[in-house]
């Protein structure tokens, strides 16, 4: 979603090759010579195979430093874009996949459930922190200038609607995810991918 959103918001064309993951597509020879990991976003280009959603957006985002979606190198503000890039894909990122895939991690109903309950006061914790940062520099996560940190952010609030804990229970986090909503890349992101 996030890599997808941000090709649409540098208006560059690139071939989207849809994986569905219902028919667990990622996990077939032919992707996992790709991508050994088995999971999506995978980006190829120019021969380069890149994978993990934050790495794609980070190179995506240094071919296209015009666009401003991330902090000229050098800048204080790069530094906070990493960790903010960094953190939700260690941190928040795992969460939600801990609770919305709890049988990935244990085994047992008992159990699931309580990878869940860990799950969710991770969740917890993450929005509290990204719900003061927004709360006190926002709108955006770098303040007033968008950044692919805040399109990152924007997927995982997005999958976050079927949470115990949702972002959008947080009223800056709302705030955030109804201004990336409004967007037309993430408008035409979301049609594409038939979220609408």
């Not at 934050?54 to 666009?67: G, K, T």
């Not at 969710?120 to 968008?146: Q, R």
């Amino acid at each position: 979603m996030a890599t997808h959103a941000v090709f649409e918001e540098l208006g560059v064309s690139y071939e989207m090759i849809e994986i569905d993951l219902s028919k667990n597509m990622q996990k077939s020879a032919e992707y996992l010579a790709i991508n050994p990991n088995g999971k999506v976003p995978t980006l190829v280009h120019q021969g380069q195979v890149i994978y993990e959603s934050a790495a794609i957006l980070m190179y995506v985002l240094d071919q296209h430093p015009e666009s401003g979606l991330a902090p000229n190198t050098g800048c204080s503000k790069r530094g906070v874009y990493y960790q903010y890039l960094f953190w939700m894909s260690s941190t928040l990122q795992e969460a939600a996949n801990h609770w919305a895939h709890p049988e990935q991690y244990i085994s047992g109903e008992h159990n699931l459930q309580q990878v869940k309950n860990k799950a969710n006061d991770v969740l917890i914790y993450c929005w509290d922190i990204i719900e003061k940062g927004l709360a006190s520099h926002g709108p955006w996560l770098l303040g007033d200038k968008l950044s692919g940190a805040d399109f990152h952010l924007f997927m995982i609030a997005h999958w976050s609607q079927r949470y115990a804990s949702r972002a959008q229970d947080w009223t800056h986090l709302d705030a955030h995810y109804q201004a990336m909503l409004n967007r037309a890349s993430i408008q035409k992101m979301m049609a594409q991918e038939g979220l609408l």
